[in-house]
């Protein structure tokens, strides 16, 4: 049986079964993008809640596996050569999954390195963009006098959404005819922006087509259902 001991994430959520991969995440748009990836592989793994309304991810023991204190991180026991592997921040998370199982990323290189650039404008600009629509309209922000900051963000996000809208247009997923971590990575933050966030007046979510049919068939894969909800909140 592998050891994880030596990880001092595990004293704090105990592994179960050590064997499996151990995601560490809460179902967040960033958290979800890597349980929706392991429902949609089928890897074998264990989910831990990290609960960053507690500040969880704060504590000595999750620092030590991401020093940024983010969710989601993992710890796969059968890394490379067969040694554990920590590993944080969604996108290279996506992108160890997808190389470790050979799903949902292309093999041709030109077709992998497109694949990639739009999990890096999530990354880049769809997560941080919706993210401070959120703060400025739904969470604290929403309080500011000031409605300038929540203009500001809205407006990059109508564009992003642009950008998302020409890139789909006869298109089934973001690189065509085969879903891949692109659309994985992207899906839940649109969700998050029209449904959590309460944002879709603001951003003009009623004007556009292919991207609310693009998030129709995401939200209708069975593994996305799953993952949406993965680790369940206490």
Known sequence: MTDLAAFPITARWPAQH???????????PNGVKVSIMLEET???????AVNIGKDESWTPEFLALNPNGK???????????????????????????AEKTGEFLPADPAARYEALQWVFFQMASIGPMFGQVGFFH???????????PRERYATES?????????RLEGRDWIMGEDYTIADIATLGWVR???GFYGAAELVDYATLAN?????ERGLARP????????????
Not at 42 to 48: D, K, Q, R, S, T
Not at 71 to 97: C, W
Not at 138 to 148: I, L, N, P, Q, V
Request: charged share 20%; hydrophobic share 45%; aromatic share 10%.
């Open 158 to 166: 109508k564009r992003l959404l642009g950008v998302l809208e020409r």
């Open 138 to 148: 739904k969470f604290a922000g929403a309080a500011y006098e000031d409605k300038r």
């Open 71 to 97: 969710i989601p991180a993992i710890l796969d026991p059968n890394g490379p050569g067969g040694k554990p592997l920590a590993l944080f921040e969604s996108g290279a998370i996506l992108v160890y999954l």
């Open 223 to 234: 593994a996305v259902q799953r993952g949406l909800e993965i680790p369940a909140r206490p």
């Open 18 to 28: 050590p064997d499996r991969l151990q995601l560490y995440s809460f179902p967040t």
């Open 211 to 215: 991207v609310p049919a693009w998030l």
């Open 192 to 194: 998050n922006l029209i």
């Open 42 to 48: 089928g890897l074998p793994y264990e989910a831990h």
